[in-house]
């Protein structure tokens, strides 16, 4: 498979920008962002020029105690074929959890545990099995660590590796970012980790506000991530090097000049050659296929730490013991934020009926505190605009008639009556 290059994350708000951009060799696409019947024209034009498109998938839970969904698998198996992608890419993180059914709408951390591995390296057979490319993982920032972890970062991403054929793709930005909250050295992890696994490598921006790094894609690649390329850079060539912008978008040459120092950086030299074929074994295929089979203890234990976890960032029960509470108590924070961000994206009428940006996070943060997600962000509108209903929100009758009628269009039924209101409001206060 022929090397990648330099190339940015593809998204509708810059599409016509990164169509001009000089010297483009790829593009990455959030998978569930596209549909595989009706690619966006810009998609279209990108691969008839030969531009490479690698789909990135956000939601498959892979490091979750539950099995890979294989509707999920099969989505982005279709992805990948419908763009002619090289491979396809997902991140080791878990999302959601079945008991109780929460949502994250974030990547969360697995813990860096003998059990976590287990469960994840079961679950990346699964996947491989169902893909009909090969499949790379992310390692991913975070603001939390686990208490009582039994491996390092780069024990642990080794493991993977030799135990699945797995492919990485490192993520330089979250490795500075763990060293900022956790505290990891990142030279450390890319002297542990086989860099001959390597796939790609992302790039990105952050900001830092007290005392913690919030790996925003927002803002632009600082110099200590671009240090970290180098690093890394010195000891591999990485077949891809690409740039993830995903909000406050800067003007086009702002991006090109970043792909320029991005470029500067990754075609320096260094002494080892990285390949996109898989150093141990065939993708697909176990390294070790006399590996026994997973024991549903294992999975059980994974997932009831994890549920505990998610409960406290989401629905506000007990931190659970051996977690620094303030930074669990950021994360809670960051979570609902982010949540109200990505519904008004969403459904961006609810924030222009309830009367703007402020009235509208205020509405929504409040919704968020006793309602979890459990169905994905659509969902999470939907049951914003039945919570305010059921409780005659907003005030204004003429808004609160706006509401009713995008609610009653979008869940194709009528909204509550005033006996069903009064019967919710009293069984959730029972709750």
């Not at 059914?101 to 545990?113: I, N």
């Not at 850079?233 to 090109?256: C, T, W």
């Not at 176990?286 to 997973?294: G, K, N, Q």
């Not at 008639?401 to 069903?420: F, I, M, Y």
Request: proline residues 8%.
């Amino acid at each position: 498979m022929e090397r990648l290059g330099v190339g940015i994350g593809w998204r509708p708000e810059i599409a016509d920008a990164v169509e001009r951009l000089p010297g483009l060799d790829w593009v990455e696409v959030v998978a569930e962002n596209i549909c595989p019947g009706h690619l966006p024209e810009s998609l279209v034009r990108l691969r008839e020029r030969g531009i490479r498109v690698v789909p990135h998938g956000v939601s498959l839970g892979i490091g979750g105690a539950d099995r890979p969904d294989p509707a999920k698998l099969a989505a982005l198996g279709e992805r990948a074929v419908a763009l002619g992608a090289p491979l396809v890419t997902e991140h080791i993180a878990f999302v959601r959890t079945s008991s109780p059914a929460l949502e994250a709408g974030h990547l969360l951390p697995v813990p860096r545990t003998r059990d976590a591995l287990d469960v994840l390296c079961e679950n990346v057979r699964t996947a491989q099995d169902a893909l009909p490319v090969p499949l790379a993982l992310e390692n991913i920032a975070a603001l939390i660590s686990w208490p009582d972890e039994e491996l390092t970062e780069g024990q642990f991403l080794t493991e993977l590796v030799e135990r699945t054929g797995v492919r990485l793709l490192i993520d330089v930005a979250n490795l500075h970012t763990n060293r900022v909250n956790r505290g990891e050295d990142p030279a450390a992890v890319l002297d542990a980790i086989p860099l001959e696994a390597l796939a790609y490598v992302h790039v990105a921006g952050g900001v830092e506000k007290g005392g913690v790094w919030h790996d925003t894609h927002a803002h632009p690649v600082p110099p200590v991530v671009l240090d970290l390329l180098a690093e890394l850079r010195s000891r591999v060539d990485p077949p891809g090097v690409l740039l993830e912008r995903d909000d406050d978008f800067p003007p086009e040459a702002e991006l090109a000049a970043e792909l320029t120092a991005i470029r500067a950086v990754s075609t320096s030299g260094a002494r080892l050659d990285a390949r996109l074929d898989a150093p141990r074994g065939r993708p697909g295929t176990p390294a070790s296929p006399s590996e026994p089979e997973l024991a549903e203890a294992v999975r059980t234990r994974v997932g009831l730490g994890q549920a505990a976890l998610l409960s406290a960032l989401v629905a506000g029960t007990p931190v659970p013991e051996g977690f620094d509470r303030r930074r669990v108590r950021v994360q809670a924070r960051a979570l609902a934020a982010k949540r109200a961000d990505v519904v008004a994206k969403v459904a961006p009428e609810l924030r222009e009926i309830l009367g703007g940006g402020e009235p509208y996070r205020e509405a929504f943060l409040a919704y968020a505190k006793s309602r979890p997600m459990s169905g994905g962000y659509r969902r999470d509108a939907l049951d914003f605009a039945e919570h305010l209903l059921i409780r005659d929100l907003p005030a204004d009758a003429a808004a609160r008639r706006r509401l009713t009628a995008w609610w009653r269009e979008r869940a194709g039924a009528r909204p509550p009556g005033r006996v069903a209101r009064w019967a919710r409001t009293l069984a959730g206060r029972a709750a």
